[in-house]
């Protein structure tokens, strides 16, 4: 029966080393004992942006970015997309089942008599001007929150941390309606409690002057299903962000916060709204041709929403995006952008720069379509991912610190500056 280990012979020396093979991993850690003397330090292994380093252990979201599976706790992303909402799946990826129906109340009613934020927080964001992006005010207001629950810093206690998680999922909505609403010169809409998690937020973003209006249910359906979609997955930048931060044992809003600057970059969940500006940059699909010919020519212009670290194939996200596009077109009209976006797809998908490096639409190809379609303007469009993307960033947040192999976040690095240089007077330089 072979062994799950490794020979390894260090030819500087000639010595041979067994390092074992754990879950498809060595430990880098076991590097450090391949040394050429006593006084050597070790190898370390060399990773920028950690290509194909596990930095964790994680029971939340499996992705097999080849075959294109994404499972929430096991359950694939197209059954909880078809059948669940979104606060049931972030019941299900906090508690790691899916509720019953009284848990599901539970945890319903507890999010709802969290939505408000403290009064202060209005003056807070009044504070930037008309034109702030919005990921900005939410960022600042989300890491200004750890000032109005000082017992966060109570990482290591569950009711605590648990009671945090509640209020982060159920305030991002509000926060988010309110840095919109900030950006809109528009009052603030406060949140009803009598309306759906999904409702309440796009009320509080859409309703004016009518305190009975009540958005469309076949756009709350689809925000719903985006939502889903957007939940969590697995260890992407945002999360790993989040938890690099939390590691340090500063409480979750200030992780979070962290989380929702690393998801502002256009690489990441910025996608989506340079998304929309590229679609309207190429304007009309005569002109795709011309595009894709600029984006293969190097020049460092990207097919946006096209390509991702683990997904070697279409993101099973956004085959239920474009089909969700259709029934929110249903209602809203046709985005002409689509065909745009449709074409971009048809051509990238059968030539051969995109095909060789394996580059298909991710998760923010089509959403942002939906959400201009609804309304929201393109730089609201990450605010839209960070809402969902709350439950994951917490819930990894809370895997990290009740991991007792996790500890505070300290890499190491190769260093290639001068080394021992004596201090030269001014007048020497
Ligand atoms: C999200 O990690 C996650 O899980 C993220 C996310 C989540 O749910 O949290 O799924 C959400 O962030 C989706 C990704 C959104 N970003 C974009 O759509 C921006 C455009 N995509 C690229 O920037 C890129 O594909 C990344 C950042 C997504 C992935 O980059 P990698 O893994 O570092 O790959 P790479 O940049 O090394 O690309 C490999 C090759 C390069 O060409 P060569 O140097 O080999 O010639 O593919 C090229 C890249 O230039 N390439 C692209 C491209 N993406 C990669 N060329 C044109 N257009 C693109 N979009």
New binding site residues.
């Given amino acids: 029966m072979a062994k799950d280990s490794l020979s390894v012979t260090d030819n500087r020396t000639g010595k041979q080393y067994e390092m074992p093979i754990e879950n498809g991993c060595v430990k880098a850690i076991d590097f450090r004992k391949i040394k050429t003397s006593d006084q050597d330090f070790g190898l370390m292994s060399y990773d920028p942006?950690f290509?194909n380093t596990a930095n964790c252990k994680s029971a939340i979201t499996f992705?097999d970015g080849d075959a294109g599976i994404l499972e929430y706790r096991g359950y694939p992303i197209d059954q909880l997309a078809e059948k669940s909402t979104h606060l049931e799946v972030s019941y299900l990826v906090m508690n790691g089942e899916l509720p019953n129906k009284a848990q599901l109340e539970e945890f319903t009613t507890k999010i709802t008599h969290h939505t408000y934020v403290h009064e202060n927080i209005k003056s807070f964001m009044d504070g930037f001007r008309y034109d702030a992006h919005p990921m900005s005010m939410l960022a600042s207001t989300v890491a200004g929150l750890s000032s109005f629950y000082p017992e966060a810093k109570n990482v290591k206690n569950r009711e605590v941390r648990r009671a945090q998680m509640m209020r982060l999922i159920a305030k991002m909505p509000t926060l988010a309606a309110f840095s919109y609403r900030h950006s809109q010169g528009l009052p603030y809409v406060y949140p009803n409690n009598d309306l759906g998690y999904t409702e309440n937020f796009l009320t509080m973003v859409k309703s004016i002057g009518k305190p009975n209006w009540r958005p469309h249910p076949a756009l709350v359906k689809a925000l719903d299903l985006l939502f889903i979609l957007?939940a969590?997955?697995?260890?992407?930048?945002?999360?790993t962000a989040t938890r690099v931060v939390g590691s340090s044992e500063v409480d979750p809003y200030s992780a979070v916060a962290a989380g929702i600057t690393a998801?502002y970059g256009?690489?990441?969940?910025?996608?989506?709204e340079?998304?929309l500006r590229m679609l309207r940059e190429i304007g009309d699909v005569k002109n795709v041709p011309e595009f894709i010919t600029r984006?293969?020519g190097?020049d460092g212009?990207?097919?946006?929403?096209?390509?991702?670290?683990?997904?070697k194939n279409y993101?099973p996200?956004a085959k239920v995006i474009k089909k969700a596009c259709e029934e929110v077109f249903e209602v809203t009209g046709k985005n002409p952008a689509l065909e745009i976006a449709v074409e971009l797809e048809r051509i990238a998908l059968q030539d051969e720069?995109?095909v060789k490096?394996k580059?298909y639409p991710?998760?923010?190809?089509y959403s942002g379509l939906i959400y201009e379609a609804m309304g929201f303007s393109a730089d609201f469009f990450t605010n839209l991912?960070a809402i969902p993307?709350t439950v994951g960033w917490v819930s990894q947040w809370e895997e990290m610190i009740t991991d007792d192999e996790q500890k505070i976040a300290r890499p190491r690095q190769v260093f290639t500056g001068k080394r021992k240089r004596d201090y030269l007077p001014i007048d020497k330089r």
């Fill in positions: 942006a290509l992705i957007h969590d997955h697995e260890q992407n930048c945002s999360t998801l256009p690489l990441h969940g910025g996608a989506n340079a998304v984006v293969k190097g212009t990207k097919l946006m929403g096209f390509g991702h670290r683990v997904y993101d996200r720069y995109f490096r580059l991710n998760v923010d190809f991912f993307r």
